[in-house]
C-alpha cells in the first residue's frame, strides 16, 4: 500500500504511579514489526495509547507517524477476541466500520475480501457456526474492509491450534503486504517468520533483535527462521544476552 | 412450561382445593367448591368476560407504554453520561415510594376510567423495565467499544448497532418482570376505583356475598396473567435468539 507512514513513539508511562515502560519505539514504514515482550510489560498499552484507547495509565511523551499527518483514523485493530457480533452474518460483521460510520455499507467489496480470506461460502451465516480459525478470519476481512495504511494486530492468532495459527499467518502476510503492521505476539516463532523487525519491550526500553536476512514470510523450517526463533526464545526466558 | 405440565398443575390445584373443601367443611360463602366457582363463572360469563376485557386492555396498554418509556429512559441514560449522573439516583429514589400509595392520587387526577389504571400499571413496570434495559445496555465487552472507537464510530451508531441489539435479552428479562407487575397495577387501581374490570367485580361479588364468583373472577385474572407470562416469556426468548444469533423459530 503507498503511503503507508512509520511511527515513532517516545515516552514514559505509568500507572498508580510505577513506571511501567520508559521506551523510544521506532515502526518502520510499510513493515512488520513484531513486539515481544513478558506479559504485562505493556505491549497492549503501546498499541492503546497510539490508538487513542483507555490504557489506565499516565503517558509522558509523544508519538507521530513519520509523514506528521494526524494518526486518527488512519489505523485499523484487531485484536485477540474477534468481537464479532453475534447477531449479524460474517459479511455485515465484515462492514460493521461503515455502519458505526454512518456510512454505506460498501456490501460488495465486503464480499470480495470474504473472498480473499477464502470465507465466500459463509457470507450468510452467523459468527456462532463458524470455527474459531474461520472467525479469525471474518475478523480480519473487517480490519482489511478498514482499509487503513497502518494495522495493529494484538496476539490476534494466538488463541488458534498450531495448524490455524500457521494458515492465519501465511492469510495476513499476504493481505497485509505494503501496509504498516504492528503485531503483538508472545510467540518467538511467529515473530520469525513474520516480522520485517523484532521488538522486543522490557521496562527498560524497546531492543530490536536481530531479524534473519530473507525476507519474510518465511517458511517454517526454513533453518534462520528456525535460528532466529530458537535464540529469540532463550533472550525472552533471560538465558541469553541480546545478540 | 410444557402444556402438559401446566394442565397437570392445574388438575392438581383443583384437587387440592377440592379436598380443602371436604376437609374443613367450609360454608360456601366462605369457600366455595371448584364446581360452585365453575358454574358461577358460566353463568356471569358475558359479565366476566366484559370486565376481563377492560382489565386486559389495561394491563396491554400499560405495558405498551411503560415498555416503550422504559426502553427510551434506558438508552437515554446510556447516551448520556449527564443523564445518567442525574437520573440514575432520582430513580432508584422514587423506587423507595410505594406505587401502590399513589393509586388513589392517581384516581384523582386521571379519574374512575382506564386512564389511572394504565398509569398505574405503567408506574410499576417502568423501573423494571429501565432498569433491567441499561444494565444490559451499559454492561457490554469493553472490546466492543476499543474496536469502535478505531472505526471511527460515533457514539449514537455504537449505541444503536451494538449497544442496543447486544442488550435485547436484558430487555427481555425487564419485560418478563413487567409481565408479572403490570396486572397486579391494573387490579389495584380498579381496588381503589372503578366501575369495571376484574378487579371492581371482585369487590362487587364481595360486597353481594357472591363468593364463587369473586372466586371466578379471580381465577380469571389468573389465567389472564399466566397467558400474558407465557406469551412475554416467548417474546423474550426471540429477543436472547436473537441477540445471540440463533435463528428465529
Ligand atoms: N485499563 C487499565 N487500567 C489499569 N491498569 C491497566 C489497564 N490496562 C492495563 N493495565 C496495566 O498495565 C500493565 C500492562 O498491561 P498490558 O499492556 O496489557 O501488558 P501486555 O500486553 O504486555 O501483556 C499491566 O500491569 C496492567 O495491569
Ligand atoms: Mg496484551
Known amino acids: 500500500m503507498a503511503g503507508s507512514p512509520g511511527i515513532l513513539l517516545r515516552g514514559r508511562h505509568r500507572v498508580d504511579g510505577k513506571l511501567l515502560f520508559d521506551v523510544e519505539l521506532d515502526i518502520p514504514a510499510g513493515r512488520w514489526t513484531c513486539l515481544l515482550g513478558k506479559s504485562g510489560v505493556g505491549k497492549s498499552t503501546i498499541l492503546r495509547l497510539i490508538l487513542g484507547l483507555d490504557t489506565g495509565g499516565d503517558f509522558s511523551g509523544a508519538f507521530h507517524a513519520t509523514d506528521d499527518a494526524p494518526l486518527d483514523g488512519r489505523i485499523s485493530y484487531m485484536a485477540q477476541s474477534d468481537l464479532l457480533l453475534p447477531w ?48 479469525q478470519r471474518a475478523a480480519l476481512a473487517r480490519t482489511l474492509f478498514e482499509d487503513r495504511p497502518i494495522v495493529f494486530l494484538d496476539e490476534p492468532f494466538s488463541a488458534l491450534d498450531a495448524g490455524t495459527r500457521a494458515d492465519m499467518q501465511e492469510l495476513a502476510a499476504e493481505v497485509l503486504v505494503g501496509r504498516t503492521v504492528l ?5 518467538p516463532a511467529e515473530a520469525a517468520r513474520l516480522a520485517d523487525q523484532i521488538t522486543v519491550l522490557t521496562g527498560e526500553g524497546a531492543r530490536n533483535w536481530p531479524v534473519p536476512v530473507t525476507p519474510p514470510l518465511r517458511a517454517i523450517n526454513a533453518p534462520e527462521t528456525l535460528a532466529c526463533q530458537a535464540q529469540l526464545l532463550d533472550y525472552l526466558r533471560g538465558r541469553k544476552a541480546c545478540a | 412450561m410444557r402444556l402438559r405440565d401446566i394442565l397437570l398443575a392445574l388438575l ?13 367443611d367450609a360454608p360456601h360463602f366462605i369457600l366455595p367448591s371448584p364446581w360452585r366457582v365453575a358454574q358461577a363463572a358460566w353463568r356471569s360469563r358475558a359479565i366476566i368476560a366484559e370486565n376481563a376485557w377492560v382489565t ?3 394491563v396491554l396498554l400499560g405495558l405498551l407504554v411503560g415498555t416503550v418509556l422504559g426502553a427510551l429512559t434506558a438508552i437515554q441514560l446510556a447516551y448520556s453520561r449527564t443523564a445518567e449522573r442525574l437520573v440514575l439516583p432520582i430513580l432508584v429514589f422514587t423506587q423507595a415510594v ?7 392520587l392517581l384516581t384523582l387526577w386521571f379519574g374512575y376510567g382506564m386512564g389511572s389504571k394504565i398509569v398505574m400499571a405503567v408506574l410499576i413496570i417502568y423501573f423494571p423495565v429501565t432498569s433491567a434495559f441499561h444494565d444490559g445496555l451499559v454492561r457490554i465487552d469493553s472490546g466492543y467499544r476499543d474496536l469502535s472507537i478505531s472505526m471511527s464510530a460515533n457514539r449514537w451508531n455504537f449505541l444503536r448497532h451494538i449497544q ?31 366501575s369495571r374490570g376484574l378487579g ?9 356475598a357472591k363468593i364463587d364468583l369473586m372466586f371466578a373472577s379471580l381465577i380469571v385474572l389468573a389465567c389472564l396473567t ?24
Open chain 1, 88 to 135: 449479524l452474518s460474517v459479511l455485515e460483521n465484515v462492514c460493521i466500520g461503515a455502519r458505526l460510520r454512518g456510512q454505506n455499507p460498501g456490501l460488495a467489496r465486503a464480499e470480495r475480501l470474504l473472498d480473499r480470506v477464502g470465507l465466500s461460502r459463509h457470507a450468510a451465516q452467523k459468527p456462532g457456526t463458524l470455527s474459531g480459525g474461520m472467525r
Open chain 1, 183 to 187: 503485531l503483538v505476539t508472545h510467540d
Open chain 2, 12 to 24: 392438581i390445584g383443583v384437587g387440592l382445593w377440592q379436598l380443602l373443601v371436604v376437609i374443613t
Open chain 2, 56 to 58: 386486559l386492555t389495561e
Open chain 2, 98 to 104: 410505594p406505587v401502590f400509595a399513589l393509586a388513589p
Open chain 2, 164 to 194: 442496543i441489539p447486544n442488550a435485547l435479552p436484558s430487555l427481555g428479562t425487564g419485560l418478563r418482570l413487567a409481565a408479572v407487575y403490570a396486572p397486579i397495577g391494573a387490579v389495584i387501581g380498579e381496588w381503589v376505583g372503578a
Open chain 2, 200 to 208: 371492581y367485580l371482585m369487590l362487587l361479588a364481595n360486597g353481594r
Open chain 2, 226 to 249: 399466566v397467558v400474558l407470562h407465557i406469551l412475554v416469556g416467548l417474546l423474550a426468548t426471540q429477543l436472547t435468539r436473537y441477540a445471540r444469533g440463533i435463528s428465529i423459530t
